[in-house]
């Protein structure tokens, strides 16, 4: 089992950067795929990104391509949101989450298993 913690969220202007960090803490972290999903007001969750386990292959959203990056430090059991050139649609509760087995979706909430209690993003145009 492992439980995460996300840190990191805020208030931005449009253009702006943040980066969200996940911790993660129980089982050996490198075990789990790891996703970033976000919940904006009125609407269902959304997968953004997710950075596999074993060979670290990176899935997008296409709203995010270009502008999102994942990274994975196994030494400190985290795993970073770099989120740059915002725009106010991705204002949102960002939550990650650690899936144990192979995913198919990367995108389906229903393949993680473990998830953190989110931190708001809000991007002001």
């Known amino acids: 089992q492992v439980q995460l913690v996300e840190s990191g969220g805020g208030s931005v202007q449009a253009g702006g950067s943040l980066r969200l960090s996940c911790a993660a803490s129980?089982?050996?972290?490198?075990?789990?795929?790891i996703g970033w999903f976000r919940q904006a007001p009125g609407k269902g969750r959304e997968g953004v990104i997710c950075?596999?386990?074993?060979?670290?292959?990176?899935y997008y959203a296409d709203s995010v391509k270009g502008r999102f990056t994942i990274s994975r430090d196994n030494t400190k059991n985290t795993v970073y949101l770099q989120m740059d050139s915002l725009k106010s649609e991705d204002t949102a509760v960002y939550y990650c989450?650690?899936?144990?087995?192979?995913?198919?979706?990367?995108?389906?909430?229903?393949?993680?298993?473990?998830w953190g209690q989110g931190t708001q993003v809000t991007v002001s145009s």
């Open positions: 129980g089982r050996t972290f490198t075990s789990y795929a």
């Open positions: 950075l596999t386990r074993g060979d670290g292959r990176t």
């Open positions: 989450a650690a899936a144990p087995n192979r995913i198919s979706i990367w995108y389906s909430e229903y393949e993680y298993d473990y």
